[in-house]
């Protein structure tokens, strides 16, 4: 294990602790699940973790970085409710495969206990490496190990912390987007793009930069790739009634999360990576 990583165990949980000098980071082990990540650089938070997550393993973590795969929210080909929503990563044990460190920070490599479940039949390999420096760089790495293609999707659905979601605003996104609110309607994408209701959004273009602009300033820019997609996520006032959220907590946090919703082909041998960067501005 490296010098920089340090275990701890809490409710049946196993955490990662990353201090290095350039950030630290805090990771569940349950759903292979980022918590935390702030840069030495100014010393701010840029994930948002619910204080009401349930970090027992009864439910997938509100906040942070959910890992979505082998589909996104319900899209799985059956009824709703059938299958776990944004799959079935995000609520199994991963584990810690390696971790070194060097001058740009520390490395690991998580791997899920199982890929193959209900909904899913294929044989694949998927990783999950983090890197904690100066950024945190996400990759959710797909391989298909069987004889036959399959086709997935797959998000990092980043939970990022801002002051007050009245003073934030989101640049470097454009096209246009499906809106779950309006039974899917096709919109064009607002410019500013600020928010002042509940915000559900697909991006149906590749966006390779967004910056979280907070009060004026860019406090974070996110850049992605290999998505097809960006989904934009507040519950504004609904956050009342999902259980683990406080009814103001959407006040500080936006989901712009790297995503591939359009069903990606991954023929036997292939490799797919979802990679998302977080860099503090
Ligand atoms: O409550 P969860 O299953 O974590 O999903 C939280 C949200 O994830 C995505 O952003 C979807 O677009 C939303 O429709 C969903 O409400």
Not at 135 to 144: A, F, I, P, Q, Y
Not at 153 to 165: G, K, S
Request: charged share 20%.
């Amino acid at each position: 294990m490296a010098d920089s990583v340090r275990v701890s165990e809490s409710n049946g949980l196993t955490f990662l602790h990353v201090e290095n000098p350039l950030a630290s980071a805090k990771i569940s082990l349950f759903g292979g699940h980022i918590l935390s990540y702030i840069p030495k650089s100014d010393g701010q938070e840029r994930l948002w973790l619910s204080p009401h997550a349930f970090l027992n393993g009864e439910r997938p973590i509100r906040g942070g970085i959910p890992v979505c795969w082998p589909w996104f929210s319900d899209d799985h080909g059956k009824q709703k409710g059938e299958l776990p929503s944004h799959g079935f990563l995000r609520t199994q044990v991963w584990q810690l495969t390696s971790s070194i460190e060097d001058e740009n920070g520390t490395h690991l490599i998580l791997t899920p206990s199982f890929s193959r479940a209900e909904g899913f039949e294929y044989d694949c390999e998927v990783t999950l490496k983090v890197s904690v420096g100066e950024h945190l760089t996400v990759n959710l790495s797909t391989e298909n190990k069987g004889v036959v293609p399959f086709t997935f999707n797959c998000a990092l659905h980043t939970y990022f912390h801002v002051d007050d979601i009245h003073n934030t605003e989101l640049k470097g996104i454009s096209g246009q987007y499906k809106d779950k609110t309006q039974n899917w309607a096709l919109e064009d994408t607002p410019s500013p793009y600020t928010f002042s209701q509940q915000t559900d959004r697909i991006h149906l273009s590749a966006v390779k930069q967004t910056d979280v602009v907070v009060n004026g300033k860019t406090f974070t820019k996110v850049i992605s790739n290999g998505n097809d997609s960006l989904v934009v996520w507040n519950p504004w006032q609904e956050a009342a009634s999902i259980s683990d959220m406080d009814p103001f907590g959407y006040k500080h946090m936006i989901c712009v999360e790297t995503s591939m919703t359009g069903g990606h082909d991954l023929a036997p041998g292939q490799v797919h990576e979802l990679i998302q960067q977080v860099i503090p501005v």
